[in-house]
């Protein structure tokens, strides 16, 4: 199975032969199923020495039962090798944007403020300094003071980091999405012997969709969630770490996540490649698909910043052809939090954007199905690369 970013390399290369671009249908990993305890473990040494990409985090979207509208970001990383990033390190990242915003208000972007920490150079720690084991049935993910511990099929992030103190119980809703590759199919990252795996190389991982409870405590305030949505991420990039400056060329890559009552959804497509996925969740089941021809992402409308002075898009309509459906899903921003990805030769901007969404599944052959609910956009977008 090959993986986006296994393409990504291939079609880098073809490039510069000149040939044609490939159309990415064929190429994305398709794997679907539930979380495996060892794959949320650390999967190489402590010591690993090659290049390494390997995070997992959280983005929760939901509401307070004060009535605020949020999405708040937790993500660990450890980030090694000199082919891109400028130094080697473990890092936290957490953002938070919340806000009280009336129907009308969620019905175009609003110029709120937000909390972000993590990303830039004086964030990063000493490779070892977030610490990833397994214990019995048991994984966690430990930066100072904050943790996210896997046990029996949930997770439980505890802890504080800057500002930001938290307290969540994490569900899985549907399965997960092996996007980027199954972990079966790395070679020399066998499970069991996590400790000796110096040899480790390949990517795997994707995403899940999950639900979530529990308070988040911003300067001191607490804010019980009332109702919140989320995806939790698990990735791991071994020996060869894709260059992302080359990834976010052109119009860059977006994420996109839509939570309603009764389906939910992911829609995900970059400019380079080009390559695109989705992933819908019906009752108990999950399909994917894969290919820029059946999943796509469209702007609509823009906004100029004032913070920033750019404009980025604030609404977007999406589809994706499954097997067995269509959906169909546009996107309404009202709030957004930006930061940046510098790496060793060039700079890459992220903004995630708190969203609602409504949508519709068509399945062949059958009666057409609406829901409505939370979403989520992360965008990334390589703003500058030095020539070499
Ligand atoms: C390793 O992975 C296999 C297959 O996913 C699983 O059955 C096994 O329990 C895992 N081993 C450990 C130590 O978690
Ligand atoms: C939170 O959102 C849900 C779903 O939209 C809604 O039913 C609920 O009333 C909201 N809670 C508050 C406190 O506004
Ligand atoms: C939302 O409104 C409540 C009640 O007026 C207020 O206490 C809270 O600070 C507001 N939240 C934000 C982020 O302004
Ligand atoms: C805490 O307060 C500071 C100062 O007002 C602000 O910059 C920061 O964003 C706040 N953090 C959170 C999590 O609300
Ligand atoms: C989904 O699974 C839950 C729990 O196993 C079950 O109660 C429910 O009926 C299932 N729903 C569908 C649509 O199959
Ligand atoms: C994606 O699109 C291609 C071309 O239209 C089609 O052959 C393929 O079956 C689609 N894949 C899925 C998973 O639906």
Request: aromatic share 12%; with cysteine.
């Given at each position: 199975?090959?993986?986006?970013?296994d393409?990504?390399?291939?079609?880098?290369?073809?490039?510069?032969?000149g040939?044609a671009q490939?159309?990415?249908?064929?190429?994305?990993?398709?794997?679907?199923?539930?979380?495996?305890l060892?794959?949320?473990?650390?999967l190489?040494?402590?010591?690993?020495?090659?290049p390494?990409?390997?995070?997992?985090?959280?983005?929760i979207r939901?509401?307070t039962?004060?009535?605020?509208?949020?999405?708040?970001?937790?993500?660990?990383?450890?980030?090694?090798g000199?082919?891109?990033?400028v130094?080697?390190?473990?890092?936290m990242?957490?953002?938070?944007?919340?806000?009280?915003?009336?129907e009308?208000?969620q019905?175009?972007?609003?110029?709120?403020?937000?909390?972000?920490?993590?990303?830039n150079l004086?964030?990063?720690?000493h490779?070892g300094?977030?610490?990833?084991?397994?214990?019995?049935?048991?994984?966690t993910w430990?930066?100072?003071?904050i943790?996210?511990?896997?046990?029996?099929g949930?997770?439980?992030?505890?802890?504080?980091?800057?500002?930001?103190?938290?307290?969540?119980?994490?569900?899985?809703?549907g399965?997960?999405?092996?996007?980027?590759?199954?972990?079966?199919?790395?070679?020399?990252?066998?499970n069991?012997?996590?400790?000796?795996?110096y040899?480790?190389?390949?990517?795997?991982?994707?995403?899940?969709?999950?639900?979530?409870?529990?308070?988040?405590?911003?300067?001191?305030?607490?804010l019980?969630?009332?109702?919140?949505?989320?995806?939790h991420?698990?990735i791991?990039?071994?020996?060869?770490?894709?260059?992302?400056?080359?990834?976010?060329?052109?119009?860059?890559?977006?994420w996109?996540?839509?939570?309603?009552?009764r389906f939910?959804?992911?829609?995900?497509?970059?400019?380079?490649?080009?390559y695109a996925?989705?992933?819908?969740?019906?009752?108990?089941?999950?399909?994917?698909?894969?290919?820029?021809?059946?999943?796509?992402?469209?702007a609509?409308?823009?906004?100029?910043?004032p913070?920033?002075?750019?404009?980025?898009?604030?609404?977007?309509?999406?589809?994706?052809?499954?097997?067995?459906?269509?959906?169909?899903?546009?996107?309404?921003?009202?709030?957004?939090?930006?930061?940046y990805w510098?790496?060793?030769?060039?700079?890459?901007?992220?903004n995630?954007?708190?969203?609602?969404?409504?949508?519709?599944y068509?399945?062949h052959?059958?009666?057409?199905?609406?829901?409505?609910?939370?979403a989520?956009?992360?965008?990334?977008?390589?703003?500058?690369?030095?020539?070499k």
């Amino acid at each position: 199975m090959k993986s986006l970013v296994d393409l990504a390399l291939s079609v880098g290369l073809l490039a510069c032969h000149g040939l044609a671009q490939g159309t990415g249908d064929e190429v994305f990993a398709m794997g679907v199923g539930p979380v495996v305890l060892a794959n949320e473990g650390p999967l190489v040494p402590n010591d690993y020495q090659r290049p390494l990409f390997s995070d997992s985090g959280f983005v929760i979207r939901g509401n307070t039962t004060a009535g605020e509208e949020f999405h708040i970001w937790i993500f660990w990383y450890r980030q090694l090798g000199k082919e891109e990033y400028v130094v080697n390190g473990d890092v936290m990242q957490v953002a938070l944007l919340r806000g009280n915003f009336t129907e009308e208000d969620q019905s175009h972007m609003n110029n709120v403020p937000f909390m972000n920490k993590g990303q830039n150079l004086e964030d990063y720690r000493h490779p070892g300094t977030m610490r990833v084991f397994q214990k019995e049935n048991r994984v966690t993910w430990q930066f100072e003071g904050i943790s996210s511990t896997a046990e029996q099929g949930e997770w439980t992030v505890k802890g504080s980091y800057s500002d930001l103190d938290v307290d969540l119980n994490i569900r899985p809703r549907g399965n997960m999405f092996y996007h980027a590759g199954g972990f079966a199919d790395l070679s020399g990252c066998e499970n069991e012997t996590t400790s000796t795996n110096y040899n480790c190389d390949g990517v795997a991982g994707g995403i899940i969709h999950v639900s979530a409870s529990g308070t988040i405590t911003a300067n001191g305030t607490a804010l019980a969630i009332d109702q919140a949505q989320g995806v939790h991420e698990r990735i791991l990039m071994a020996s060869n770490v894709p260059s992302r400056l080359e990834v976010g060329l052109g119009r860059g890559s977006f994420w996109l996540h839509g939570w309603g009552e009764r389906f939910s959804w992911f829609t995900f497509t970059s400019e380079q490649g080009p390559y695109a996925v989705g992933m819908v969740n019906i009752g108990n089941e999950s399909h994917v698909t894969g290919g820029n021809l059946n999943v796509t992402i469209e702007a609509r409308d823009h906004w100029l910043d004032p913070e920033t002075d750019q404009v980025n898009p604030t609404g977007w309509h999406t589809t994706a052809h499954f097997e067995n459906g269509v959906l169909e899903a546009d996107v309404q921003a009202f709030g957004r939090v930006y930061y940046y990805w510098l790496r060793n030769g060039g700079l890459l901007i992220v903004n995630q954007m708190t969203a609602n969404m409504v949508m519709r599944y068509s399945p062949h052959g059958g009666e057409p199905v609406t829901d409505k609910g939370g979403a989520f956009m992360e965008f990334m977008k390589t703003f500058y690369e030095q020539p070499k």
